[in-house]
C-alpha cells in the first residue's frame, strides 16, 4: 500500500484495490462484544432489483460519512446492510420479461413464478450492493440481510400472529387504493398525489315526481353507473325540502333517495354530491350510516364491470367517462363543464391512476400503535433534523389511518392465514376464498398442516403482505429477533436514522411504532431527513422525467471521493441538492477540483518528508516559528468546528472547516511559507516537516469520512504510522492535538493581510508578474509591526518585494489601508506609465458615471417602480450601490497617483 504517488490523481487506480484492502481485512465488521459506545445506523434497504440512483447517492452518503465519523471517534459503530425484496417492482420486472416472450404469471402458476423471481433476485441482487461499495460503504457486510431471508420471514409471521392475537389485525371491506395496472391493493401513502388540470362535470338528476331537477358536481361521471343516492348538508336551505325524496339516475332509470349528511360540504359544487358508496371513501361512510348498497361497477383492470347497464360493459372508466357524458348531453341533463384543478392518485411505483375501490382487504389498526410513537416525540425521545419535520410526523400519527397490508401479488410474504376447505360432508372445496367447509380460520406462526377444528384439508391465503409490513421490522428482526440474541441486545436500539423525507410515512414512523410495539423503546432517537436531488430547473431527479443522474457513470468518470464531496458539501440542514444532469464536469467540479489538489498537497509535502517527520511531541516548542504556531493554531479551530458541525448533522459546515484549512491555510499561505525551510536553504526543516507532517495528518483524518479513498491513500504514506493501518480505524482528532495560540493567529493574519494588500495593488495597476516591487508601511500598527519583525522574509518572498521599509512614502504611488489603520503603499513610478494609467482610470471612472446616471434615471421613473416585481427593483438597486462604490474606488486610485483632474 505504499507505492509512490502517481503524478496525476487518478482515482480508478486507487479506489476499487483500497476497497478490496478493507474488505480483506475486514475493517469495518463489529462483534457484539465490541468495546466502545454503541452507534448504529441501518440502512434503509435499497430495492433488490435496483441500481443506484442519484437519491442513493445522497442518503447513502450521508450514513457513510456519519459512520465513519462515529467509529474514528472510538464507538462501536455498525451500519447494517440489507435489500428489499420489493414486492411490486421486483414483480413487475419479472412479468415484463415474461411478457417479452408473450407469457404472464398465470401461464407458469404461483410455485414457478415464484421461483422465477428467485431466480432473477439470485442473479441481480448483489448489483445495487456492489454499486455501494464503490460508492466507499464502510457497512458490516457480513450482516447484509435480505427482508424475504427465513430469519426475517419468521419475524414478519411472529409480528403478524401477535397484532392479530391482540386485535389489531383484522380483514374487512373498506375503499382501498387500487392499481389496474398491478393489480394490487395500496395504502395511503404508497398513492403519489399529482395536481393537475381536469373537469368538474355538473349534470341534472330530475326529482321522481317530475317537479324539477337536483344538479350535482363530480370530477368521475363514470362512477355515475354505482351512484345510490344523492347527499345535502343537513342545513343546506336550497335542498331541506328535498331530503328524503326520490331522483332519478337519467342513463339508468335507476330510483336513488336524497339524504342529509353532515360529511357534505356544501361549498363544492353545487353542494350535491352523488354517493357511489363502492367507489370513494366518503361515500362508502355516507353508505353505512344510511344503509345504502355499494354498487361495484368496475373490475381489477379498470373496466366497466356486469353491474353496469350492458352497454357500458368492457368499457375503458376512462372511455366510459366519455360516454356517459355523451349521453347526459344528449338527454340535455349536462349543466355545464368547469376547469377544476384537483389532486389525481398515481401508482407510486407504475405512475397508473390509481382506483378507489371497495375490497375485502387485511387491515392493520394504526391508533393504538401511533399513540404511544407519537408519546415519544412529545416526551423529547426521539429528535428531528430539520426540526420541522417533527410536526409533519405528529400531524400524520394525530390522523393516522388504518393500513392496508394485504397485496394482490404472488411475490412477498404470503399472509399467514389458512380457510379450511373441509364440509361437513367430508368433501374438500378449492373454490371458498375464506371461510369454506367448517368455517375455521387460522392464524399461526407455523405452517399448519391440517383443520385444528375438524381435521380437514386447508388453503393459505393468495395475498402477499405490503413490502413495508417486513421492512418496518427491520431495525430488530435484522438482529436475530424474536430470538434474544447477542446482537439484539448489542445494537438495539439504534442511533440515527436518515433518509429522504419522501419515506417518513412509509417507514420510518412505522419503524418506531414497531419498536416501540414489540421491542419495547424506540428504534433510533435522531432522524436526519435530508433534502432531494433536484436539477436545475428544481425537478425531483425522475426516471420519467429523463433528468436522472447516474452516480455509477460519475464514479468510473471522476471517482467516488468527487462524487462524495460534492453531494456533501452542496446541501446544508433543510435544503435540496442542486445537480445539472446535463452538464456533469460543472456539477461535480468541486468534488474533482478539491480531490486534485489535495493529491498535489500530498506529492509535494510526501517528497519532502521521505526522510522522515520527528513527532510534534518531540519538537522543541521555541524553534517553532510564527507560522508554526499559526498553522497549529487553525488546525486547532479546524479540529473544534468539524467536530462541532459533524455533531450538529451540519456536515457541509463541517467539510467546507476542512477544505479551507487544506487549500487556503495549509497550501496556499504555510506551505508557500515553509519552502526555504523544506528545501534547506533555511533552518529549521526539522520543525517545519514535523509541523506539516502532523497537520497534514490531522486534516486528513478530518476529511476522511466524506472522501475515503484519497485520504487512506495519503495518510498511509505520512510517517509515524504502523504498516498496515488505516486510517478508517485512526482516531479522530481532538483539539488537544494542536495546540492553540489566539496570538499567533491575530499576528499571522496581520502577515496575510499585508501580502494580500501588496498583491492587490500589483494586480490592479497592472505590475508585470516578475518585477520586484517596493513597499512603504506607514502608520504602523503594534500588529503589523510584529508580523515584519517575525515573517518580514515570508511577506517579502511571497509578495515579491524588493524592499520592506516602514515610513512615509514619498511621491505617487498605490495605496491601500488595512483594517486596523496601517498604509501599505507601493510607489509606482517606474513599474508603470503613470499618464497612461492615470486615463484609464479615469475613462473607467466616466464609464461607470454615466451607468450611474442611467441607474438612477431608471429608478426614478414611476411607471418601472410600479410594474416591476420586488425582486427585480432590488437587483437594480443593488446595481446602482454596486457602481457607484467602484467610481468612488476608482477615484481614490487616481488622487493616490497623483493624477491631474
Known sequence: MTEPLAPQFDPQTIEAPLYQWWTERELYRVSADAPGERYVIQMPPPNVTAVLHAGHGLTYTIQDVLTRFERMRGAKALWLPGTDHAGIATQNVVEKLLAKNGQTRFDLGRDAFVEQVWQFVRETGSTILDQLKALGASCDWSRTYFTLDPALSRAVREVFVRLHEKGLIYRGKYIINWCPRCLTALSNEEVEKEERDGSLWHFKYPIEDGSGFITIATTRPETILGDV????????????????????????????????????????????????????????????????????????????????????????????????????????????????????????????VVEPKLSDQWFVKMAPLAAPALQAYRDGRLTFIPEHQGDNYATWMENIRDWCISRQLWWGHRIPVWYCNQDQAGETRGEKRQTGGCGNIMVSRDTPTQCDKCGGALRQDDDVLDTWFSSWLVTFSSLGWPDKTPDLAAFYPGTTMVTAPEILFFWVA????????????????????????????????????????????????????????????????????????ADLDTSFASGRHFANKLWNIGRFLLGHLESGAAPLASIDPSTLTLADRWILSRAHETIVTATQHNERFRLNEAAGAVYHFLWSDLADWYLEQVKPRLYGTQPGGDTARAVAAHVFDIALRL????????????????????????????????????????????????????????????????????????????????????????EGETIRRLAKIESLSLGVSSGPGATKVLDDGTKITVPLG??????????????????????????????????????????????????????RTQAESLREQRRSLGCAD
Open 510 to 581: 412505522r419503524m418506531i411504532m414497531a419498536g416501540i410495539e414489540f421491542m419495547g423503546e424506540i428504534p433510533f432517537s435522531t432522524i436526519y431527513l435530508h433534502g432531494t436531488v433536484r436539477d436545475t430547473q428544481h425537478r425531483k431527479m425522475s426516471k420519467s422525467l429523463g433528468n436522472g443522474i447516474d452516480p455509477v457513470e460519475v464514479i468510473n468518470r471522476y471517482g467516488a471521493d468527487a462524487l462524495r464531496y460534492t453531494v456533501v458539501s452542496g446541501m446544508s440542514v433543510g435544503t435540496d441538492l442542486i445537480l445539472d444532469p
Open 830 to 883: 517606474e513599474l508603470v506609465d503613470m499618464d497612461k494609467e492615470c486615463a484609464r482610470l479615469g475613462a473607467e471612472a466616466t464609464k461607470l458615471d454615466g451607468l450611474v446616471v442611467a441607474q438612477e434615471n431608471k429608478l426614478a421613473n414611476e411607471q418601472f417602480v410600479s410594474r416591476a416585481p420586488p425582486a427585480v427593483i432590488e437587483k437594480e438597486r443593488e446595481k446602482l450601490v454596486s457602481w
Open 703 to 790: 476529511l476522511h469520512p466524506v472522501m475515503p479513498f484519497v485520504t487512506e491513500t495519503l495518510w498511509q504514506r505520512l510517517p509515524n504510522h504502523a504498516p498496515d493501518a488505516s486510517i478508517s480505524l485512526a482516531a479522530w482528532p481532538v483539539s488537544t492535538e494542536a495546540p492553540t495560540n489566539a496570538g499567533a493567529i491575530t499576528d499571522f493574519e496581520s502577515v496575510q493581510a499585508i501580502i494580500t494588500a501588496v498583491r492587490v495593488l500589483r494586480a490592479e495597476y497592472g505590475v508585470a508578474p516578475g518585477l520586484s516591487v517596493n513597499v512603504t508601511v506607514g502608520d504602523a500598527s503594534k500588529l503589523a509591526q510584529r508580523a515584519i519583525d517575525a
Open 229 to 352: 343516492a344523492i347527499a345535502v348538508h343537513p342545513t343546506d336551505e336550497r335542498y331541506r325540502a328535498l331530503i328524503g325524496r326520490n331522483v332519478r339516475v337519467p342513463i339508468l332509470d335507476r330510483l336513488i333517495p336524497i339524504v342529509a349528511d353532515d360529511v357534505v360540504d356544501a361549498t363544492f359544487g353545487t353542494g350535491a354530491v352523488k354517493v357511489t358508496p363502492a367507489h370513494d371513501a366518503t361515500d362508502f361512510e355516507i353508505g353505512r350510516r344510511h344503509n345504502l348498497a355499494a354498487i361495484d361497477i368496475m373490475t381489477d383492470d379498470a373496466k366497466i364491470s356486469d353491474a353496469a347497464p350492458e352497454r357500458f360493459r368492457g368499457l375503458d372508466r376512462f372511455v366510459a367517462r366519455k360516454r356517459v357524458v355523451a349521453e347526459f348531453d344528449q338527454l340535455g341533463l349536462l349543466d355545464k363543464i368547469e376547469k377544476h384543478r384537483n389532486a389525481v392518485g398515481r401508482c407510486y411505483r407504475c405512475d397508473t
